[in-house]
C-alpha cells in the first residue's frame, strides 16, 4: 500500500461509512453504523488468520495504532502470542478487573456488543459474588465447579454458559490463558455430576465430535451423507434433506437456498467448505435424471427426517440431529473468536432486535466462508477426510 492510501487524521475524522478502512500491513480502521470506530490488527498466527483489537479512535491514535500493530508483529514473528505479552499485567489482578478488561479487549472485531452485554450479566449475576475477589491466577477447575453446582443440574444451559465466559476471561488475563481452553471446561465437569438430558436438542459436546466424525465418514450410506451435510454446514434437517442440484453453485461454492425452504422465509447462502463439496461429489453418485434432490429416497422424495435420527441411533448415539446446529455454536463460542454475529448468520437465526436489523446490511459471507472452512476443517480432522 502506498503512502497515498495509507490513513491519515484528516482521511478519519470524514469516514463515516460504516466499514473497514485499511492502513497497510493488515492494520483496519473498523468504523460501525453507530459511527463508533476502533482498530483492528488482522494477522497470521501459527498459520491460523486472527484479528486483534487494539482498542477504539480517537482513544488510540492512529500513531499508537501504529505502533501496536508493528509490536504485534514482532511478537508473532518470534513466537509469542500478543495477547499474553502486550500487557505484563500485576501478579494480582483481581477477576473482576480481569472481566472488565477482556470485555474491553474483545469488544468490536472479536465479540458484538450484544455478546458482550450477555456476558457481562451472566458474570455479574452467578461470577462476581464468588470469585470477583478472588486473584485470577488462584481460579482453578476446583473453584469454578463449586461456583457452578448450585446451578450445574438446575440451570444445565446457564452453568455451561457462564463456564465459557469465566474461561474466556481467563484465556484472555493470565499469560496461560491459551493452555486452559482444552482442559479447564473439562476438569470442571468431572467435578460435577452428570447435567440432566437437554429439554431440547441434545447436542454432542464439540470436543466428541471429531472422533464421532471418524466413524460417521465410514458411512456412505444416503443417510450418512446428508447427516455429514447437515453438520458441515450447520444446516437444519430439513433445508439438506430438501436441497437440490440446482442450488448448488460449485465453481462458487455456494448453497443458495430459496426463501420458500427456509424457517425464516429468507433466502440463505451458504458457503460451502472443502469438506462439505467432498460429500456433494459422493453424493453425486446418488443422481438421477428425473429428480434434482440431493439425497433423494428410493421414491424419489427427500428423505425423512427419521432417515438421520436412524444414522445416529444405529451408532449408539443420544444426541439429535437437530442438536449439531448447538454443537457448532459451542464450538465457536470456545474454540475460536469469530463474532457471535457471524454464527447466527450461518445458522440463518433472525436477529431479534428491530434497530440492529435496521442496520444489519450485510450478511458476513465472507467471514461466514472463513467460519465454516474452520468448522470442517475441525470436524474432520481425525479421519484424513
Same mark, same amino acid.
Given at each position: 500500500?502506498?503512502?497515498?492510501?495509507?490513513?491519515?487524521?484528516?482521511?478519519?475524522? /470524514?469516514?463515516?461509512?460504516?466499514?473497514?478502512?485499511?492502513?497497510?500491513?493488515?492494520?483496519?480502521?473498523?468504523?460501525?453504523?453507530?459511527?463508533?470506530?476502533?482498530?483492528? #490488527?488482522?494477522?497470521?498466527?501459527?498459520?491460523?488468520?486472527?484479528?486483534?483489537?487494539?482498542?477504539?479512535?480517537?482513544?488510540?491514535?492512529?500513531?499508537?495504532?501504529?505502533?501496536?500493530?508493528?509490536? &504485534?508483529?514482532?511478537?508473532?514473528?518470534? *513466537?509469542?502470542?500478543?495477547?499474553?505479552?502486550?500487557?505484563?499485567?500485576?501478579?494480582?489482578? #483481581?477477576?473482576?478487573?480481569?472481566?472488565?478488561?477482556?470485555?474491553?479487549?474483545?469488544?468490536?472485531?472479536?465479540?458484538?456488543?450484544?455478546?458482550?452485554?450477555?456476558?457481562?450479566?451472566?458474570?455479574?449475576? &452467578?461470577?462476581?459474588?464468588?470469585?470477583? /475477589?478472588?486473584?485470577?491466577?488462584?481460579?482453578?477447575?476446583?473453584?469454578?465447579?463449586?461456583?457452578?453446582?448450585?446451578?450445574?443440574?438446575?440451570?444445565?444451559?446457564?452453568? #455451561?454458559?457462564?463456564?465459557?465466559?469465566?474461561?474466556?476471561?481467563?484465556?484472555?488475563?493470565?499469560?496461560? *490463558?491459551?493452555?486452559?481452553?482444552?482442559?479447564?471446561?473439562?476438569?470442571?465437569?468431572?467435578?460435577?455430576?452428570?447435567?440432566?438430558?437437554?429439554?431440547?436438542?441434545?447436542?454432542?459436546? /464439540?470436543?466428541?465430535?471429531?472422533?464421532?466424525?471418524?466413524?460417521?465418514?465410514?458411512? $456412505?450410506?444416503?443417510?450418512? #451423507?446428508?447427516?455429514?451435510?447437515?453438520?458441515?454446514?450447520?444446516?437444519?434437517?430439513?433445508?439438506?434433506?430438501?436441497?437440490?442440484?440446482?442450488?448448488?453453485?460449485?465453481?462458487?461454492?455456494?448453497?443458495?437456498?430459496?426463501?420458500?425452504?427456509?424457517?425464516?422465509?429468507?433466502?440463505?447462502?451458504?458457503?460451502?467448505?472443502?469438506?462439505?463439496?467432498?460429500?456433494?461429489?459422493?453424493?453425486?453418485?446418488?443422481?438421477?435424471?428425473?429428480?434434482?434432490?440431493?439425497?433423494?429416497?428410493?421414491?424419489?422424495?427427500?428423505?425423512?427426517?427419521?432417515?438421520?435420527?436412524?444414522?445416529?441411533?444405529?451408532?449408539?448415539?443420544?444426541?439429535?440431529?437437530?442438536?449439531?446446529?448447538?454443537?457448532?455454536?459451542?464450538?465457536?463460542?470456545?474454540?475460536?473468536? &469469530?463474532? $457471535?454475529?457471524?454464527?447466527?448468520?450461518?445458522?440463518? /437465526?433472525?436477529?431479534?432486535?428491530?434497530?440492529?436489523?435496521?442496520?444489519?446490511?450485510?450478511?458476513?459471507?465472507?467471514?461466514?466462508?472463513?467460519?465454516?472452512?474452520?468448522?470442517?476443517?475441525?470436524?474432520?480432522?481425525?479421519?484424513?477426510?
Amino acid at each position: 500500500m502506498s503512502n497515498s492510501q495509507r490513513l491519515t487524521a484528516i482521511k478519519i475524522s /470524514h469516514l463515516t461509512q460504516p466499514g473497514r478502512y485499511g492502513d497497510g500491513k493488515g492494520l483496519m480502521l473498523l468504523v460501525q453504523a453507530s459511527g463508533h470506530k476502533s482498530w483492528v #490488527l488482522r494477522l497470521t498466527s501459527n498459520g491460523k488468520r486472527r484479528d486483534f483489537g487494539l482498542g477504539g479512535y480517537p482513544g488510540t491514535s492512529l500513531a499508537k495504532a501504529r505502533e501496536l500493530a508493528e509490536q &504485534y508483529r514482532k511478537d508473532i514473528r518470534e *513466537g509469542r502470542d500478543p495477547l499474553a505479552f502486550k500487557i505484563q499485567k500485576p501478579e494480582r489482578t #483481581l477477576f473482576r478487573d480481569a472481566a472488565k478488561a477482556a470485555m474491553e479487549g474483545l469488544a468490536g472485531s472479536k465479540l458484538g456488543a450484544a455478546t458482550i452485554a450477555t456476558m457481562q450479566k451472566r458474570l455479574s449475576t &452467578y461470577a462476581y459474588p464468588r470469585i470477583g /475477589h478472588l486473584e485470577v491466577q488462584t481460579i482453578d477447575a476446583t473453584v469454578l465447579a463449586d461456583l457452578l453446582r448450585p446451578i450445574w443440574t438446575s440451570k444445565p444451559e446457564t452453568a #455451561l454458559r457462564v463456564r465459557q465466559a469465566i474461561i474466556r476471561v481467563l484465556r484472555f488475563s493470565r499469560p496461560d *490463558g491459551h493452555l486452559l481452553e482444552n482442559s479447564l471446561a473439562k476438569a470442571v465437569s468431572d467435578r460435577l455430576p452428570k447435567q440432566p438430558d437437554s429439554q431440547h436438542h441434545a447436542a454432542m459436546p /464439540h470436543a466428541e465430535l471429531p472422533a464421532f466424525w471418524r466413524k460417521l465418514a465410514a458411512k $456412505e450410506t444416503k443417510g450418512a #451423507l446428508a447427516l455429514q451435510f447437515t453438520i458441515l454446514t450447520a444446516a437444519r434437517s430439513g433445508e439438506t434433506r430438501g436441497a437440490r442440484w440446482s442450488e448448488i453453485d460449485e465453481k462458487a461454492a455456494e448453497w443458495n437456498i430459496p426463501a420458500t425452504r427456509m424457517k425464516m422465509k429468507k433466502a440463505h447462502r451458504v458457503p460451502l467448505s472443502a469438506a462439505a463439496l467432498a460429500i456433494l461429489k459422493k453424493a453425486a453418485a446418488y443422481k438421477r435424471r428425473d429428480v434434482d434432490l440431493i439425497f433423494p429416497s428410493d421414491a424419489g422424495t427427500p428423505l425423512s427426517d427419521m432417515t438421520l435420527t436412524k444414522v445416529l441411533r444405529d451408532m449408539k448415539q443420544d444426541c439429535r440431529v437437530h442438536g449439531f446446529r448447538s454443537t457448532f455454536a459451542d464450538w465457536r463460542g470456545d474454540e475460536t473468536d &469469530y463474532p $457471535e454475529e457471524i454464527a447466527e448468520a450461518a445458522l440463518a /437465526h433472525e436477529v431479534p432486535d428491530e434497530v440492529k436489523r435496521a442496520y444489519r446490511r450485510t450478511d458476513f459471507f465472507t467471514k461466514r466462508r472463513a467460519l465454516m472452512d474452520d468448522w470442517g476443517a475441525f470436524c474432520t480432522k481425525d479421519s484424513g477426510r
